[in-house]
Structure formats: C-alpha cells, structure tokens
C-alpha cells in the first residue's frame, strides 16, 4: 500500500527530486512549496506554516506517514532563518499530530555542512528558545553588516536544526510515538541554490574551499534524496537523531578521525 509523504521545498532542487523519486515508486506525495505545489504557502511566517499543516493534513486524509522537510534558501537575509529553522521546526510540530496516526510514521530533514561552520551562537539559542522575533533581529544585524557577516545566518540556521533534531529525536512526542527522526548534511548540491555560486571559477573556489569533497566532487540532488527516501521507509526502524554527512566526505576531511573525545 502507498504511503502518504509531505515534502516541504518539493518545486526545485532536493525536494523536487526527492518527490520524483517517491512519486516513481508509487508513493502519495504532497508537496508544500511558495509555488508549483499542491500546497503552496510561505513558510517563512508563522501563518504560512499554520496554514500548510492545515491544508496538507486535509489532503492527505488525516493520516501521514511520512516527512520529508527540504525547504530553504542560503540569502544572507534574515528570512534565512525563519525559512531554514522555524519554517521546518514548526510545520513538523503542526503536522505531528498527523504523523502519529500512521502505522510506520518517519521524519527527516535537510541540514548542511554549513551546520559545521562559523556561525552566531547568539542566534542559535533564540532558535532554540523558540524566540523567531530576536534571532531575526540578530540575522538583521548581521546582514546589516555586509554579505560576509550575513551569511552566518545560513550556518546559524542549520546548527540550530541539527541540534534541535538531536533534543527532539529521543523526546515523547518523537521516540515516544516511534517516530524515527532524523537530519541528512549535503555538501556541495548542483542544484538552483548553488547555481550561480559555482558559474564562476572563484565562486568554485570558495566552495571547495568550504566543503572540500575528495569523493565524487560536487553531488547530484540524488544522492541526498534517495538517503531521504531511506530514513523515511519503514525499514528504517532505529535511527534517531543523527545528521549523516552525505557531503562527500567533506566532514571526514574538516573535523578528522577525533569525534569521540567528548566523553573521554
């Protein structure tokens, strides 16, 4: 029997090929996006995420089975943080309810490498806190600053993301209700995202400068969505709140073989 999917971002990039890939193997895939979906809202405001619950519960009859949240923008701005973090947090939480009405019900989300990198600590305890007015202040200032202290929007974003899936992954409502939720990290993804980034020789620089990928260099929306369709099968039974570096090898490569020290 087809299992009903929600996929946040579904009209470019991950989200549409993940969809694709869903919808090949027979699945039932609602798609949320700002166009082009079957439920189009604005997941950058409280209301729009409200709204997206709403209408994608209804389609689906009730009963979800499964999430898949790729939504987000890289723009040194402050809806970056408002889209990436509570644009996801948010909409998992309305759909929730939804989620644990299925027999195998499954959550996973897109995080980044960046999660990785330099980042404003400040604004990702707001996130965390559940504070969107003061952590889009922080973001404001930031980018008042110039493009260069603006995009620690995009790696606050993710961070916050990354940590919030590692608190909620072992929570009740998650684990609690066998609700394996889980983060994939891309790295560098040739998708409209990265587009213009890597047109350029320097751009291409800058990137792999960031995200040095010795295995297979820069890497096709697949290889993120069919890890996607994986963490939300129902074979996937026990994996809870990890973010799996499908970055080609860019984590190994940064942070090396010490990720245990911490308890040592």
Not at 100 to 116: G, I, T, Y
Not at 142 to 149: N, T
Request: charged share 20%.
């Amino acid at each position: 029997m087809a299992r009903t999917y929600i996929v946040t971002g579904s009209a470019s990039g991950i989200g549409a090929t993940t969809a694709a890939l869903l919808r090949d193997r027979g699945e039932r895939v609602i798609g949320i996006d700002l166009h082009g979906a079957d439920v189009e809202a604005d997941l950058s405001t409280p209301e729009g995420r409200v709204d997206a619950a709403a209408a994608a519960t209804e389609l689906a009859g009730g009963t979800i089975d499964a999430i898949i949240a790729c939504a987000g923008i890289s723009a040194p701005i402050p809806a970056t943080i408002s889209v990436n973090y509570f644009g996801v947090v948010e909409l998992l939480q309305a759909l929730l309810p939804a989620l644990k009405k299925s027999d195998a019900p499954r959550a996973a989300v897109v995080s980044s490498m960046a999660s990785l990198q330099t980042n404003s600590p400040e604004m990702v305890e707001a996130a965390l806190a559940g504070d969107e007015t003061t952590a889009r202040e922080i973001a404001q200032k930031l980018a008042d600053q110039g493009p260069r202290a603006g995009y620690l929007v995009y790696p606050s974003s993710k961070r916050a993301l990354s940590r919030w899936v590692r608190r909620q992954s072992i929570s009740a409502d998650w684990a609690g209700n066998g609700i394996p939720l889980n983060a994939v990290a891309p790295g560098t993804v040739l998708t409209p995202m990265t587009a213009d980034l890597l047109s350029t020789p320097e751009g291409a620089k800058m990137a792999d400068d960031a995200v040095p990928m010795p295995l297979n260099y820069h890497q096709s929306p697949e290889s993120i969505a069919y890890l996607l369709l994986w963490l939300t099968s129902v074979e996937n039974t026990h994996l809870a709140g990890q973010v799996i570096y499908d970055d080609g090898g860019a984590d190994a490569t940064l942070r090396g073989d010490d990720i245990w020290s911490w308890n040592d």
